[in-house]
């Protein structure tokens, strides 16, 4: 070819590297720059995304500058009689709580089943029926029913009247009857985090 007649075997001067720097050096020198740049990027994203996180709307966040504290805007100490929400501070919401389900299974699903297929078509009268069977049932007296599983366990939970300083005693003393009680197979307890609004 007419291009590879002028190719020598002598090391390549690249025309924009400064003199007596080869291109086998300056490739070398871009190789072990390129983790330097790419720690230097992530370290700028970081603290970026910390100003713009801290800085309240409205407001510019000035490059590597706070605002020194005045009295203005530094707020009490927070003591027993003023721990409330103050200034323009919106309160937290209110996030899953615990709450401790039942799952109990029968060793014989007829003593329920009109509880069992009625929940699949209409819960509400699933729910109504068990509040109705559970009257014979002093065991099950604190309980409600929240759901049914497709294997026929029925889940169910604390009724909302019994108070909450005394649920934990509660729950104990019901599994423990619930284990008792001959027609009823297992009785197991089991925590899930219910969402706000019972979704």
Do not use: C
Request: charged share 20%.
């Amino acid at each position: 070819m007419v291009g590879d007649a002028h190719m020598s075997e002598g090391p390549v001067i690249d025309a924009l590297a400064p003199a007596g720097v080869t291109h086998g050096d300056l490739s070398q020198r871009l190789k072990s720059a390129a983790p330097a740049a790419g720690a230097i990027g992530i370290i700028s994203a970081i603290v970026v995304g910390a100003l713009v996180a801290t800085t309240p709307p409205g407001e510019q966040a000035a490059p590597g500058v706070e605002p020194p504290p005045s009295a203005a805007n530094v707020p009490p100490p927070i003591t027993p009689g003023n721990a409330t929400v103050q200034y323009d501070q919106t309160p937290p919401a209110a996030g899953p709580q615990r709450v401790v389900e039942l799952v109990v299974k029968f060793k014989d699903d007829a003593k329920i089943k009109q509880i069992l297929d009625s929940f699949w078509t209409d819960p509400g009268t699933a729910k109504a029926r068990f509040e109705t069977w559970k009257a014979n049932r002093p065991e099950f007296a604190r309980l409600k029913l929240d759901r049914v599983t497709y294997s026929n366990e029925l889940v169910l939970v604390i009724d909302n009247a019994v108070p909450v300083a005394e649920r934990v005693a509660a729950i104990r003393d019901i599994v423990k009857a619930l284990g008792a009680a001959p027609d009823i197979s297992y009785a197991e307890q089991q925590a899930t985090m219910a969402q706000p609004g019972g979704q």
